[in-house]
Structures are given as C-alpha cells and as structure tokens.
C-alpha cells in the first residue's frame, strides 16, 4: 500500500516554517503497512491544489493534505478540493453540529462557519484537539497543518485505512567513510533484492561515519542481511 | 524568477531523516529574488527522477535537486540527470583533477571514481565541503543532499543564477484565534492585491494567537499594508 503527501502552503515554500507533518507522517504509516511514497509542497493556489489531487489520487492508495482548512482568506484546500472532485462544498449537518456544541451562542461567526463547509459526499475525520474536522473524500483525506491538529486527525482517518504487510528497518552506524563501503555494499545489494540497503554519510566528533539502513517487509531476511552487513564491516570498524 | 526543489531520498520518506534543505534554500532564494514554488520529495528510482526533473525543469526557471551523488550504490541521481536529458554519463576531466588532488595515492577508488562521472556538457558546481563537485545541466542544479554540503555548492551556484525582484516580509503576533481576524484580514487582502497576506495560528502559554505574514516585492505598500494591519488589530490585542 502506497500513500502521497500533498503538503499546502506557502509559509512552508517561503521558508518561514518547517514541516513537520512528513517525518512524523511517514512513521506513522510505515507502522500500519503504508508507504509514503511522495510528497509535494505546492502554493495555496486552486489550480496547483486540483492538478496535484487529480494526479497523485489516480497514482496511490491513500492521499493525505495538509493546511489550508481554516477560517481564513488564504484557506482554500477545502474548495479546491471540491472542485478536483466536481462537486459542491456544502455546510455540512455533523460539522455545523460540531462547532454548535463547541463555541457559546454568538461565537460561531460567518469565519468559523467557513469550518462547516465540506464537499458533498465526504466523510468527516475527527478533530479532537480544536474540533473543526477533517474530512475523506473516496482516497483522499483532508487535513489542518498545524502538527498536533494533524496528528489527532490522522487518529480519527485510522478507521479508513487498510495497511499492507510492514516494513521493518534495521540500522548500524560505522565509522568509516561511505565511500569505504560503497563495494561490500553494492555486493550485499545484489544478494538481498528484498531487502533496500541505504547508506548515509555523517560526521561526528570530526570522525566521518556512515549510517547503514535496512529495510524489508521480510523480517527473516532483514536479520540477516544485518548479520551479514556487520561482518562485512569488521574490516571497516573495530567495533563490529 | 520561480524555482522547483527535488529531494531525492528515501531516508526522508521513511520518516527517517528530517529534511533541512528546503527553508535553507527557500530563504536563500528569497534573497536573490527567486521564489520557491514547489517542492517534491520522490524515491531513488530512475523513472521517478527522469520524469519529475523533465517536468519541473519546462516548468521552471530553475530546477534544483539534492540527493543521491555519493559513492554508493543508492546514489543513482547523475546516470538518471544524464538520461533525463539523453546525454551520456562520463568521466569529467576537471571532477577527476579535483578528487585526484583531495585523495592521496590510491585512495581514489572505484567508489570514489563514480563521484568523477558526470553528464556530458554539464558545467560543475564547486563543493567547498567534500570536494565531489555537484553540477549544473541547463536550468537544472544537481547538489549533495548532506545540508552543510548542499549549503557550500549553492554558494557554488550563485554565479549562475539572474535573480528577480526580492520578495520582502513583515509580520506581527495577534494575540486573539485567527477566526476573530478573518473578516478583517479578507478586506485588507481585498485593498492589498500586490501583498500577499498569510495568516497562521499558534499556541503559546496557553493562548491562542495568530501570526499574520505579509510579503511583497513592494516595499511601500508592505508597510502601508503593515501600519494598516496594525491599526486593525487594536480592536482584537492591546499591544496595538
């Protein structure tokens, strides 16, 4: 099961703030069987959010968005979500109910009722931090950027979700240049298809070290590969 | 003057690695008069990186990737460049000088050798880190994805890049929830089409608070839009 992140807005594309829905995304996926397989970061634009949805929910199982859903001029996710799908962005019944429980009489103004408006035909995924919801339209779900909003919406989008078999990752560090290894590794890839061997450099206490990964939904052969790999490595590493 | 940014990398859709290269280069863009205007974080697959990188590159002004030019081999980003473009991944004359000087006698192997193949009319880009040069190929910069090293060949870059008007930003703290301002800050964006006005909720010591960004090549009209907000907001937090 393959899933895409369409991150929206522009204080993530003017470097103003940094992400951090991907990263905490992707674990979250990988631990139910799902694959975060690309992410796009696009402007808060009607046509960008429209290409993006259209393309990416024909190519993967699950679609996840982030930002753009809330009372503001600049939020327009749900709308253009809307329009990819050809339908109407209606007030919707359980999200009026929602936010009518949630704010005293008077306080559900003309701006926080933008909150209630939902494209016909999608379903609702739970905001347990700040109410407003989330929703899913067939493989798509709709979510707030603010992280610990997403993160409770990504709780209440679970019950959607079917995951595939999960893909375990072992790592070892070694402390050696990557370019050292480059050749044992290469070797190892080839006897280990199933297994995705990666290697990334780092530095540390002005030593070069390399990060070695694996990564198989094949757990038998992960454990191998990684007995194998630190074998390999004695030659590079005293400590293996 | 727009740009699209391409990390290529697994280790950052595994969740496992955080990205730091995109508010790096949004920010230093910025300050040339480039903007940021899309990101996509894709897999170390050829097809993937043919595609995208054909894409964005007719989309673009400029094109930037990091990711995948070590020694090993996951590294598959200049063999899928050189293809994406249908020129030839050979060794550089001026890449093997440089290893050729950083490495002493046979330190320069195979692995090593690879970071010397570049494609066929590319221009380096100078890497004051590591030495293995990135490179530039049309519209298209090609950079290591290690942030120190990726920081270093921008530098490398610049002489290469014609920036365009430089997009300035202010902004101020609201202390009130975004949906209190909405209707103000929709009229204000009404006045102001040459400001861009993004609003953005944050929680701190308990209160909900807005920051309000706007940004324009404009410079008077960001502080006129500024002093306007400004007044705006008196009604909605006593620091104004």
Request: one cysteine or more; a negative charge; charged letters at 30%.
């Amino acid at each position: 099961m393959k899933a895409a992140l369409i991150i929206i807005g522009n204080e993530i594309l003017s470097g103003r703030t940094q992400d951090k829905n991907l990263s905490y995304l992707a674990n979250w996926l990988n631990e139910i069987g799902i694959q975060l397989s690309e992410v796009r970061v696009i402007r808060d634009e009607e046509k960008a959010i429209i290409d993006t949805v259209n393309h990416l929910r024909s190519e993967y199982d699950y679609v996840f968005t982030t930002g753009g859903i809330g009372p503001t001029h600049d939020d327009i996710t749900s709308l253009s979500i809307a329009r990819a799908f050809g339908v109407e962005l209606e007030i919707n019944d359980k999200a009026l109910a929602i936010l009518k429980e949630y704010y005293k009489d008077g306080e559900l103004t003309e701006a926080r009722m933008k909150m209630t408006m939902i494209p016909v035909g999608a379903e609702l995924v739970d905001n347990p931090v700040s109410k407003a919801p989330g929703f899913k339209m067939d493989n798509v779900f709709v979510m707030a950027g603010i992280p610990s909003i997403m993160q409770g919406m990504l709780e209440g989008a679970r019950r959607f979700l079917k995951g595939g078999d999960v893909v375990k990752s072992m790592s070892i560090d070694v402390f050696t240049p990557e370019s050292n290894v480059a050749q044992a590794l290469t070797d190892l890839q080839k006897k280990y298809d199933d297994v995705e061997i990666g290697s990334y450099p780092f530095s540390k206490d002005n030593r070069f070290g390399t990060t070695l990964v694996m990564r198989s939904s094949n757990e038998k052969r992960l454990h191998q590969c990684d007995e194998e790999l630190k074998e390999l490595m004695k030659e590079y590493d005293t400590n293996y």
